[in-house]
C-alpha cells in the first residue's frame, strides 16, 4: 500500500499529512523532534491493512510549515487536534515518538473524550531540563551540512535502519543534503521544557495508555515507575536492544504492541 499525502491548515498554518488509507479505527502517529512522518513508514504500511491510519509532519518539520511564528506546546496540540477533526478521524488511537510523544500526551489531557487510546514511544511528562535548548541546538550544529550524498548522511546517523530512518528526512538542494527543518525552530519549541514539567497533564488523562520504552535512558526508570505509580491503569513495555529510535530499530515489536492496544482499545469501544 502507499500514502496519499493530506493537508491540513490552522490559523494559516499548513501541516502535511501521509494518509495510508485503511477502513478501521483511525491511528494517528507523530514524530519527535527533528524528525518527520516517514520515520513511521514501515509501521504504517503494516498497520494500514487494519487500521486508518494518518502519519504526521508537524510544523516546522518536513513537507509542513517551515517557520511557523508559534512553536508553542499547545500550538501543536492544536494541530493534532486539527488534523483528527479536518481528516474526520473519529476517536483515533494516538501515538507519538519522543516529543511527538509529549505532544500526543498533552492532547490526550486537554481534550479527555476525543482519543480512543494514547501510545508514548519514548515519552513521558519529564522534568524541567534548562540546559536542552543549548544541547539540541550543539547536536545539530554538529551535523555536517550539507551533507555530500544521502549514504554519508545514513553513515553519519549510524547506518542501518536508523540511519536510513534519519536521512529519510533529508532534501536535496544545492548540491547537497540538508534538514527539513530550521534550527532555530527546533530549539525555540522546547521553550516550555526546558522549564517545567509535565506530571498535572499526565495524571489528568483519562483514556486508555500504552508507554513503550527502549533502552535510551530519555524516560530514566523513576519516571517510569512513577508514570505507572500514578496512572495504575497504564500499560508500559520495555524494548530490549533498542535505543531512543524504537520505531525504526524495532518496528516489529512496536507492530506487535501496537496490534494487541488497538484491539483492546476497540473492545472497550464496543
Known sequence: MTWTERTVVREGVRVSCRDWGGSGPPVVLLHGLAGHAGEWD?????LSRRYRVVAVDQRGHGASE??????????YVADAV???????????????????????MLTAAAHPGLLRGLVLVEAG???????VQAEIGAMLDAWPTPFPSRRAAVEFFGGGAVGEGWAAGLEERGGG?????????MVDALTENARRS???EWTSITCPALVVLGQSGIVPAHEAEAMLRQRPG??????????????LE???VLQRVFHDFLEQAADRHR
Open 125 to 131: 511528562p519529564g522534568r524541567a531540563e534548562p540546559n
Open 82 to 104: 486539527a488534523v483528527i477533526e479536518q481528516l474526520d478521524l473519529h476517536r483515533p488511537v494516538l501515538a507519538g515518538q519522543s516529543l511527538g510523544g509529549h505532544t500526543a
Open 42 to 46: 514501515t509501521l504504517a504500511r503494516n
Open 234 to 247: 497504564t500499560v508500559a513495555l520495555s524494548v530490549p536492544e533498542a535505543g531512543h529510535d524504537v520505531h
Open 66 to 75: 517551515r517557520r511557523p511564528r508559534d512553536v508553542s506546546r499547545a500550538a
Open 198 to 200: 509535565f506530571w498535572d
Open 250 to 252: 524495532r518496528p516489529e
Open 177 to 185: 543534503w540538508w534538514p527539513r527543518f530550521d534550527r532555530d525552530v
